[in-house]
């Protein structure tokens, strides 16, 4: 990483810091998870699994502060005076998305230390919260990229955000001819690859490609923006 690129990511991450809003859409999934999680041990309930707030914590994080984020750069221009700087575009993206993301595994860290401790099924989770972790930046970064006004991107962002987390939480109740339909979102994909470490069933194959594939998919998706 670059000198100019890595102290601008610097930047972004104190500035993530600096701002009550976002600083609290990083704390309110750890909360949330401890309060609900221990509720529902109490009652021997078991429909909201601690892959569910792992995946809250990507979404909440990963598109709530890098899509508005995002728009509000562009309109107070402060994105245009970053380019005039010897950093290109995808590498100003690049450092935006990157402060994103480490506060994103920072939030899934510490749901997943609250509620489960310091176990061997940690290390392989990993993988998946830092898939879920880029996909779901990827995917404001593109909102952040392609909306035009504040308004409409919180909207948009907040409609996605509740569509990937909704449908991971719900879709086991649901029709079982409706899982394949399901299955292609990477929301699905991390819970059910969560799910199979933490039951001790190991890494599922088919869901790490697919998740692997999606990243692709988002990050020429984003290059093609960038080159627009």
């Known amino acids: 990483m670059s000198y100019p690129l890595w102290k601008l990511f610097k930047h972004e991450c104190k500035d993530i810091l600096r701002n009550p809003a976002t600083v609290i859409l990083i704390i309110l999934p750890i909360l949330m998870a401890k309060i609900i999680i221990t509720v529902v041990d109490k009652?021997?309930?078991?429909?909201?699994?601690?892959?569910?707030?792992?995946?809250?914590?990507?979404?909440?994080?990963?598109?709530?502060?890098?899509?508005?984020?995002?728009i509000e750069e562009r309109e107070s221009k402060t994105f245009d005076a970053l380019l005039i700087t010897p950093l290109s575009r995808g590498q100003i993206i690049t450092a935006k998305a990157g402060s994103v993301l480490v506060f994103s595994l920072l939030s899934q860290l510490i749901v997943y230390i609250l509620n489960q401790g310091l176990t061997m099924d940690l290390l392989p989770s990993l993988l998946y919260m830092l898939l879920g972790g880029i996909i779901f930046v990827q995917v404001g970064v593109i909102i952040g990229l392609k909306v035009s006004s504040s308004k409409n991107g919180s909207a948009i962002s907040s409609a996605f955000m509740v569509v990937f987390f909704l449908?991971?939480?719900v879709y086991l109740a649901l029709p079982e001819w409706t899982y394949p339909i399901f299955a292609v979102l990477p929301s699905i994909e991390i819970v059910e690859a969560l799910n199979s470490i933490l039951n001790g069933e190991g890494i599922l194959l088919v869901e790490s490609l697919l998740l692997f594939l999606w990243i692709a998919i988002l990050s020429v998706w984003i290059w093609k923006i960038d080159k627009e």
């Open 43 to 70: 009652g021997g309930l078991d429909f909201m699994l601690l892959s569910t707030w792992i995946l809250f914590a990507q979404v909440m994080v990963g598109i709530m502060i890098s899509g508005p984020g995002l």
């Open 167 to 169: 449908v991971a939480s």
